[in-house]
């Protein structure tokens, strides 16, 4: 039995552009946003408040935040107490903190062991519920990591636990760097829905092997009706090496759309999103959805 609608995350402005070798102008990244909430989504990843030494396109946060417009839920990253306080001092109303299950990303990533993360993160969490700040967690290498290889599942649901425990109210759990298949896919899912069943769950999937739809199928079987999507395809983490691009919010709102999936959004209007950052970005867009769209 499949979901009737579908909630699409868009990660476009933060995993989309994180990665991405030419600096993208402020404007750029608020037309990008802006073009995005009016193809309908209403929840989005604007940015990240992460150290600019490390992700240097992320370096406009505070401008982003404020500038952004506020349709629906907007999420700002933050790795840790500081990027939490100046996440609140821009007025962010939703917060994602990120943890790896493996130890050696989580180090490459944060630059701390993923208990040293989890033990920091545990009162900045407690003060953003007390604040009334929504709380999402994401969850990196849930499935394969591309330094400790795979990760068992009572790892991923160890973690999941704890943070449902620190009061979050949403658990995103990704698969990093593409590698999970269906049947991974399936029974993590399956799992965390059954363990969960108060939290809101969300499925992020990198398409490295272009896996993700495929496992995107499984999570909507396995009960899943919240995704991480990017506009043209564009992400990947800069600490995960061979990482590409997240899963385009085109092709699977188009998937969604023929299966008859409500989720509010319109795919050539994601397509006109797409054109203007296709020209800031360093390498060509061609998703299934955008190539018919530019050959329209
Ligand atoms: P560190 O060097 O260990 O930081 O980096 P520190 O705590 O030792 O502080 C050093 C300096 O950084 C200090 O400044 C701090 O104030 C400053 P100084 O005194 O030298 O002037 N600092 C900060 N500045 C801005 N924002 C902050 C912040 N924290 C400290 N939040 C740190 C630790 C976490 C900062 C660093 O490792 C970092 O920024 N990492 C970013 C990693 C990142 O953005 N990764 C990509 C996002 S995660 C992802 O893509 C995965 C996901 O999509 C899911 C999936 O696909 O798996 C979510
Ligand atoms: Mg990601």
Redesign the pocket.
């Known amino acids: 039995i499949l979901p009737k609608n579908v909630t699409i995350i868009e ?1 476009g402005p ?2 989309g552009l ?1 990665n991405e070798k030419n600096h993208v102008d402020e404007t750029d990244k608020l037309q990008f946003i802006h073009s995005l909430q009016a193809a309908g989504i209403r929840e989005m990843e604007l940015t ?8 240097p396109q ?1 370096a406009d946060a505070k401008a982003i935040v404020e500038k952004s417009d506020r349709i629906g839920r907007q999420f700002v ?4 107490a ?2 939490a306080e ?1 996440a609140l001092e821009s007025n962010a109303d939703s917060i ?1 903190v ?1 943890v ?1 299950v493996s130890n050696t990303f989580n180090q490459k ?4 062991t993923t208990e040293e993360s989890m033990d920091a993160l545990e009162p900045v969490i407690a003060k953003l519920k007390h604040d009334g700040i929504f709380v999402r967690a ?5 499935f394969y990591c591309p330094y400790e290889g795979k990760i068992e599942l009572k790892d991923v649901l160890n973690l999941c636990s704890r943070f449902v425990s620190m009061g979050v109210d949403e658990l ?1 759990v ?3 760097i593409g590698m999970a298949n269906p049947v991974e896919s399936y029974e993590l899912f399956f799992q965390l829905k059954k363990e969960f069943p108060e939290i809101l769950i969300t499925a ?1 999937f ?1 398409d490295t092997r272009k896996m993700a739809m495929a496992n995107i199928f499984a999570a909507l079987q396995a009960g899943i009706d919240r995704f ?1 999507t990017s506009a043209g395809g564009l ?6 090496p061979g ?1 590409t691009g ?1 899963v385009a919010t085109e092709d699977v709102v188009n998937m969604l759309d023929s299966l008859g999936i409500e989720t509010g959004i319109d795919v050539d209007k994601i397509c006109a999103a797409v054109e203007t950052i296709a020209q800031h970005v360093s390498h060509p867009i061609e998703t299934g959805m955008y190539r018919l769209y530019k050959n329209k």
């Open positions: 990660v933060r995993d994180q990240s408040f992460v150290s600019p030494k490390w992700v992320m990253l933050a790795p840790n500081k990027g100046l994602a990120f790896g990533n944060i630059n701390r994401c969850i990196s290498t849930a995103s990704a698969d990093t992020h990198h991480d992400g990947g983490c800069p600490f995960a990482a997240n």
